[in-house]
């Protein structure tokens, strides 16, 4: 199921991915390119923690429901 948190998620992947691109292109050295690869997996593990915190909050949500 596609929501609005996946497709907010799914942007938010693509526009880091699209600056990670542009700054290995850019990187003059080895220690530059590490630096930009560090980076961008920060930034990727801290979009996927919130998506997985909003997930986890929409599904506690939904089965109050049911209870």
């Known amino acids: 199921m596609v929501t609005s948190n996946t497709k907010s998620y799914f942007r938010s992947v693509e526009n880091s991915h699209r600056k990670y691109s542009s700054a290995i292109k850019k990187a003059r050295t080895r220690q530059n390119i590490m630096n930009i690869y560090w980076r961008h997996k920060r930034e ?3 979009i996927l923690r919130k998506h997985l ?3 986890m909050a929409e599904v506690n949500q939904l089965k109050k429901k049911i209870k």
């Open 44 to 46: 990727h593990e801290a």
């Open 53 to 55: 915190r909003e997930e």
